[in-house]
């Protein structure tokens, strides 16, 4: 099921065919004060194709630049960008803009469709980078506005006959460390992904409501919101603001089935879970960082719902390594999602045995394709993808997170995995969000730091912290020294930045 013909566009597979299909009155797209059918969209993504064509100029190859939060009016111009033979580039919306003229400049952005409300960091990067001709606003009234064309196009448009593997688009690393990286991704690798975890993992059906908060620029948000519900015929719910108090009043409203977020923010939401009518949702999808055992146990007894934990990464497009709703374990990550095969490698890339903690390699449909990165024979080696993580298989064959490759600590002699010392600390009733780090240490080479969020009403108790990591995990393992902070450091995808806190200490 996994062979692709020659000829492939995913917007044909994904929002043509249910019109072909006489189901294009199915509901699709909500947000942003729109309610869109597939019909609906298609001849909104349809009109924007032509504007692309017609009156841009824009030709197959050519690099579109997407920039919005997540609403239809984004999943359009994503779709007609597609429809048109071009290779979409979504960027995140906080990005600013000297950020945004690196990925220009890298990507070769030559058109950009852009949220009138964030079109100024986008015309000052284009100042500095004049390969991007033309910036096209969108929600926006002006008569050069994408509304104001779109509605001089016809709603009907013939999508580009792309090569399965064509480009479809770039997404961009969020950086956890260094400079982002550009991936490229084919047409058959959109599918592929659809045909993969959703499937075996997911199994989402045509009446659920899907609903979450990673930005349509970051491949979760895009196969979780977007991808995967058209896959289905399913609809979704695309939400401007997300924040945790937002996102669970959205699922209310909506009688949301299928919620996709990051870890913290699970953790973030569950004291406010009684507020909310939340009987309609079925399945909760966290990945983005490891799910602390603790989260887990929280949102289980808060919803009832077992979290659906798996991990992904843009290099691979999507979740590659899942649970299933009969096979979720705490602690670990899953096993490889149908189609995918993992395994764990040591230094020399020999592979290791159960138990043994080296580095993950994973190889399947999809893949890392670095856009100009002298990095990509770091990533891919000997056809397996090395994401950066350091696993170990346990006894079962499931397939146990230890910690960023660069995040393990070594002090006194012991390899220790901050996120594992997280999970110790996450589980003290006092603790809203923590970070571990390694700090230089003359004594043990480096030590074990903790940087401590306290839920509200609770003192900072140094010691009351240490002995409860020490009963929890092994002793060794507590952190010797502890800050108190009232916030930490994350990425827009909800990611720890721990070079940050290793920067500010
Ligand atoms: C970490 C996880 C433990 C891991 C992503 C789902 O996160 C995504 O992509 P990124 O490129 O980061 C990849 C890295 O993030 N990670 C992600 N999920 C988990 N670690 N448990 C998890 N469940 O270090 C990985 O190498 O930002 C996630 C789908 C698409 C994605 N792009």
């Known amino acids: 099921e996994l062979q692709f013909g020659p000829k492939l566009n995913a917007a044909t597979e994904l929002l043509d065919r249910w019109v072909e299909q006489s189901q294009g009155d199915r509901p699709c797209v909500q947000g942003a004060g729109v309610r869109w059918t597939y019909a609906q969209l298609q001849a909104e993504a349809n009109r924007i194709a032509n504007v692309?064509?017609?009156?841009?100029?824009?030709?197959p190859g050519n690099r579109v630049l997407l920039r919005g939060a997540n609403t239809p009016q984004l999943a359009a111009c994503w779709?007609?960008?597609?429809?048109?033979?071009?290779?979409?580039?979504?960027?995140?919306?906080?990005?600013?803009?000297?950020?945004?003229g690196k990925v220009i400049a890298k990507a070769e952005v030559t058109h950009a469709l852009c949220d009138a409300a964030l079109a100024d960091e986008l015309a000052a990067a284009q100042l500095q980078n004049p390969v991007l001709r033309g910036i096209c606003r969108y929600r926006s009234s002006e008569p050069d506005g994408l509304e104001a064309r779109a509605a001089r196009q016809p709603a009907t448009f013939t999508n580009v006959d792309t090569a399965s593997d064509d480009c479809a688009l770039i997404a961009f690393t969020s950086g956890t460390t260094?400079?982002?990286?550009?991936?490229?991704?084919?047409?058959?690798?959109?599918?592929?992904?659809?045909?993969?975890?959703?499937?075996?993992?997911?199994?989402?059906?045509?009446?659920?409501?899907?609903?979450?908060?990673?930005?349509?620029?970051?491949?979760f948000g895009l196969g979780g919101l977007l991808l995967f519900?058209?896959?289905?015929?399913?609809?979704?719910?695309?939400?401007?603001?997300?924040?945790?108090?937002?996102?669970?009043?959205?699922?209310?409203?909506?009688?949301?089935?299928?919620?996709?977020?990051?870890?913290?923010?699970?953790?973030?939401?569950?004291?406010?879970?009684?507020?909310?009518?939340?009987?309609?949702?079925?399945k909760c999808v966290s990945a983005g960082e490891a799910l602390p055992a603790a989260t887990r146990a929280l949102w289980k007894q808060a919803t009832g719902i077992e979290l659906l934990d798996g991990i992904g990464a843009t290099e691979l497009l999507h979740i590659f390594i899942s649970h299933t709703e009969e096979t979720a374990k705490g602690g670990a990550t899953g096993k490889p999602v149908p189609g995918y095969q993992a395994c764990i490698l040591d230094d020399a890339g020999q592979p290791l045995r159960a138990g043994?903690?080296?580095h993950l390699a994973v190889k399947g449909p999809t893949g890392c394709r670095y856009l100009a990165d002298e990095r990509q024979h770091q990533y891919v080696q000997d056809g397996w993808n090395l994401t950066g993580d350091s696993y170990l298989i346990d006894d079962e064959g499931y397939f146990v997170y230890q910690a960023r490759t660069d995040d393990m600590i070594i002090s006194g002699g012991y390899n220790i995995a901050g996120p594992e010392v997280e999970a110790a600390l996450l589980s003290h009733p006092a603790v809203a969000e923590c970070g571990v780090i390694?700090?230089?240490?003359?004594?043990?080479?480096?030590?074990?730091?903790?940087?401590?969020?306290?839920?509200?009403?609770?003192?900072?108790?140094?010691?009351?912290?240490?002995?409860?990591?020490?009963?929890?995990?092994?002793?060794?393992k507590?952190?010797?020294?502890?800050?108190?902070?009232?916030?930490?450091?994350?990425?827009?995808?909800?990611?720890?930045?721990?070079?940050?806190?290793?920067?500010?200490?």
């Open 79 to 100: 779709f007609a960008v597609i429809k048109a033979g071009a290779i979409a580039v979504a960027t995140m919306p906080l990005l600013r803009a000297v950020e945004l």
């Open 178 to 219: 260094g400079q982002p990286k550009g991936t490229m991704h084919f047409h058959r690798d959109v599918i592929a992904i659809c045909r993969c975890w959703p499937v075996h993992c997911l199994r989402a059906e045509g009446s659920d409501v899907f609903i979450g908060s990673p930005p349509l620029a970051f491949t």
């Open 229 to 282: 519900p058209m896959s289905v015929g399913a609809s979704t719910v695309l939400l401007e603001k997300p924040a945790p108090e937002l996102l669970l009043a959205a699922i209310a409203q909506h009688r949301a089935t299928v919620c996709f977020t990051a870890p913290t923010s699970y953790r973030a939401m569950t004291p406010l879970v009684g507020q909310h009518d939340l009987s309609s949702l079925r």
């Open 438 to 476: 390694g700090v230089p240490d003359e004594e043990r080479g480096q030590l074990v730091k903790a940087f401590v969020v306290l839920r509200e009403g609770h003192a900072g108790d140094v010691k009351a912290l240490q002995d409860h990591v020490k009963a929890t995990i092994a002793p060794y």
């Open 356 to 358: 043994q903690v080296g």
């Open 52 to 59: 692309l064509v017609n009156e841009l100029g824009v030709v």
């Open 478 to 505: 507590y952190p010797r020294a502890i800050e108190f902070r009232t916030s930490l450091p994350r990425t827009e995808t909800g990611k720890l930045q721990r070079f940050r806190l290793r920067d500010t200490r």
